[in-house]
């Protein structure tokens, strides 16, 4: 239903930054939010920040506050996550979803979303 393409990633030594980005295509209302997972080899996928689309409220992971920022742009039904301060921790795969479907606080479960994109590699190195 909707399509999400995830794009940025690469190879970053510690201390850098990237941007990611996550296009939606298809549908372009009944957002409730968009937000980001990471999972890193052998790990669970992990919430890592979210947004919702009317007011744009924020929630992230306690290991991200302060070197990430998640924002979207509703014209262009893109959202991104700045990455500042990359730490070999943040290595992983990043996953873009969408919610549609239900209400929540912070949109922090994986279960809260049901479009997913197929994933970027972000590798820090030290």
């Known amino acids: 239903q909707v399509q999400l393409v995830e794009s940025g990633g690469g190879l970053v030594q510690a201390g850098g930054s990237l941007r990611l980005s996550c296009a939606a295509s298809?549908?372009?209302?009944?957002?409730?939010?968009m937000g980001w997972f990471r999972q890193a080899p052998g790990k669970e996928r992990d919430f890592v920040a979210s947004i919702t689309w009317t007011l744009g409220s924020t929630y992230y992971t306690d290991s991200v506050k302060g070197r990430f920022t998640i924002s979207r742009d509703n014209a262009k039904n893109t959202v991104y996550l700045q990455m500042n301060s990359l730490k070999p921790e943040d290595t992983a795969v990043y996953y873009c979803?969408?919610?549609?479907?239900?209400?929540?606080?912070?949109?922090?479960?994986?279960?809260?979303?049901?479009?997913w994109g197929q994933g970027t590699q972000v590798t820090v190195s030290s």
């Open positions: 298809g549908r372009t209302f009944s957002y409730r939010a």
């Open positions: 979803a969408v919610a549609t479907l239900y209400y929540s606080r912070t949109y922090a479960r994986e279960n809260e979303y049901n479009d």
